[in-house]
């Protein structure tokens, strides 16, 4: 495992250094939603730019600062939900917190030999970079931190369509 583990943690470090959609989109018209971790210090902004449907994420920014871990969740974030449909954003969202959560009881008191499959969060759904932060549930203090951009999209999300369908 020590192999996949240092490729994680390469795919981490690679988003934290070099994050993906990174900066600010005037809002409005961009939805602009904002998170915070008090117990890190962690601190997320999203912007979201509907298409003319507003069914689809058009451009997504993020800014913000924080730890490595909250910073390329955030990136990867914005990879992930660039272009995908609001339905499909939805997904992901509920695919990575899925991933954070069944890790979080699995992976507790490591080693039971129980022999029990972990249960994949939703085989429709490809995490692809989202992947490597599955061995942040090995410490649950930081599973806010890699969840936190993906709580400020939803709140974002929310706000979108609440405008749209005003
Ligand atoms: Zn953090």
Redesign the pocket.
Known sequence: MSGLEDLYREIILDHYRNPRNRGELASPPAVRSEGF?P????EVVVYLDLDGDGDRIADVKVSGQ?????QSSASMMSSAVKGASLAEARALTRAFKALMSIHESRLDGDGDGSGTDTPSPDPEVSLGDLAALQGVVKFPV?I??AT?SWNTLAAGLDDAEATASA
Do not use: E, P, V, Y
């Not at 117990?39 to 962690?42: A, E, H, K, Q, R």
């Not at 924080?66 to 909250?70: L, N, R």
């Open positions: 971790n117990l890190c210090g962690d924080g730890c490595s871990i909250s930081r806010k931190c936190l």
